[in-house]
C-alpha cells in the first residue's frame, strides 16, 4: 500500500479531512469512470477514482444492466450507421461512429476474458449485445479498476473543481459521507464520468444523476453540446421505478376501460401515451409476448420481474398501469462538448465521459436505453483515461505543485451566508422539467415561461453556501438541476424544428438549415450557438 492510500485508510477511521495527489482523478464510478480508470492505470500513472455511491453498484448500469451496440459483422456496419443517422437527425458522425464500433469490439472480448458471464446466442456462441448482468458487470469492473492499482474512494462525491492560475483543470475537492470530512485531490488531469441528468425522476438508477459533472466543467469554462436532446421518457409500471424497455415491443396500450389506444406504442408512440396520460390513465398487456420470450427474458432480465412479483401481477396475463419517467440526459444525448478524438474538452487538463459527455457524435438527437450509450461509455472511458494519463506525463512530476484554487460557486461558496430551501428549490426545477407539456411537447411560450422561472430560481442560488455541512451534497445537486434545465432549455428554444428526440410543437417539421449541433454554456448568462460558430471563433483565437 502506497503512503497516500495507507494515510486514507488512517484518516477513514477518524472522520478527518484527506489531501491526496494522483496523475488522474477520475470523478464517477460507473461503466465509463471505470474504464477510464482502469485504462489510465494501465499505461503506469497513479490514478484516484471518486465515486458518489460505491463504484460499482451506484447508477443505472449497475442497478438494470443494459444491451450494447455491437456489429461484428464488417458487412453489417454501413446498414447499423446509417439506421441512427436519420433518427437521430443527421447529425451523427461515421468516423466516431466506426471507432466506436471498434473500440466496444474489443472491450467486450476483454469482459470475456476477465469472466463475464454473457449468455450464449442460438448458435452457442458468446452473445455479445448482452451486458444485462448490470451488477455482475460492475462487479467485475471494480476488481479490474483495483487490481490496476487504482485508489477509489467510495461515498466521496465531488462537489468542485481545482484549478491553476492559467485556468487548466488540477484535480477537485469533495466531501467524505461515510467516514466524515472532506478531500482533496490534486491530479495532473481529471476525466468527469458522472452520468448525466434525470432531475430526482426515481427512474431505476438514475437519482444520483443529477448533473453535477456539467456545473463542475461549466464552472472551469467548459461548454455542453446537444442539450436540447434531453427529454427522454421511460415506459414504467406506474407502481415502480424499472425502466427496462424491451419487453414493451409486444405491448398493447390501452384506456382503463380497455379500449385500445390507437398509434400507442413503445417506440414511436410513446408521445401517444404522454398525451394521454396528460387526461386518464394508461394501461399495458403484454400477452403478445412470445413464449420462448417469456422464459428467456426471465433469466437476464429478472429485474423486470421485481415489482411485479411483489404485487402478485402475472404482466403476461393482467393489465397493470404505466406511466413515462423523465431519463433527462441519461437516455438523452446532451452532454459536455469534447473537442477531439481523446474525449478532451475545451479546457486544459479536463475530460469527459459515458452519459457526462455529448453522445451526438455517434446518436446525433436520438437514442435510447443502453445499447449506443453503453457502447460509448466503455469506448469514451477507455480513451479519455489514455488521454488523461498522456496529459499528466507531459506535465512533469513538479505539476501538483502548482498553486490552485477551487472554482465551485453555487451551492458550495465559502464567502456566502446565503442559504436557500433544498426542497423548495428542487420541487422548483422538477416542475419545469418532468411534466409532458413543458418538456416532450415544448412551444416557444411554454419554454420561455420555463426559462424566466429558471433563471430566477438561478439566481437565488448563485451565491450561495449549503444550508450545513451535512446537505453540502443535495445542495450542489440541487444547484446542477437548475442549470443543466437552463441549458437544455435555452438549447431548445433555438433549435426552432423538430429534429431527433426534440419536439417542437410551433415548428413540427425538421428544417435542413439547421442541421448542425447546437454548443450553449454560461453561468448567470446562458448562451447558445450552432457549432461552426464556436468552432471558427476558436480557429480565429488560436
Known sequence: MSASQLASEQSSNNGSDIDLEADVLVIGGGPAGAWAA?????????????????????????????????????????????????LGGFLAERSWMERVLDRTHANLYELGNWGYPFPSDQQGQPYYRSLQQGAEYMRLMRKQVKKAGVQILDHSPALELLVDREGAVSGAKGIRRQAGGRWTVRAKAVVIATGGCAFLSKALGCNVLTGDGYLMAAEAGAEMSGMEFSNSYALTPAFASVTKG???????FTYEDGTVIEGAGSQRGRSVIAKTLLTQPVYCSLHETPEEVRTWMRTIQHN?????????????????????????????TGGIRIVDNSCATSVPGLYAAGDAATRELICGGFTGGGSYNAAWAMSSGYWSGQAAAEYARQLGNKANQRLVHSIGQAAVSSESSHTFNLQEVIRAVQAEVLPYDRNLFRTERGLSNSLERLHTLWREIRHSAAPSDSQALPAREAAAM?????????????????????????????????????????????????????????????
Not at 505 to 511: A, F, R
Open 246 to 252: 424491451a419487453f414493451y415491443r409486444w405491448a398493447t
Open 304 to 332: 423486470f420481474f421485481l415489482p411485479f412479483d411483489r404485487r402478485g401481477i402475472d404482466p403476461f396475463s393482467q393489465r397493470f398501469p404505466v406511466t413515462l419517467r423523465l431519463e433527462g440526459t441519461v437516455r438523452g
Open 482 to 542: 437548475v442549470a443543466t434545465a437552463r441549458w437544455m432549455y435555452t438549447s431548445a428554444q433555438a433549435r426552432k424544428e423538430t429534429r431527433g428526440m426534440h419536439k417542437h410543437q410551433d415548428y413540427p417539421l425538421q428544417d435542413a438549415n439547421q442541421q448542425d449541433r447546437l454548443i450553449s454554456g454560461g453561468l448567470d448568462t446562458v448562451w447558445t450557438k450552432p457549432e461552426k460558430e464556436v468552432v471558427k471563433r476558436e480557429l480565429v483565437a488560436r
Open 38 to 86: 482502469y485504462n489510465a492505470a494501465a499505461v503506469g500513472v497513479r490514478v484516484i477514482l471518486v465515486d458518489k455511491g460505491y463504484c460499482g453498484s451506484s447508477g443505472a448500469t449497475a442497478s438494470g444492466g443494459t444491451s450494447v451496440w455491437y456489429v461484428a459483422n464488417p458487412n453489417q456496419r454501413e446498414t447499423a450507421m446509417a439506421s441512427r443517422e436519420a
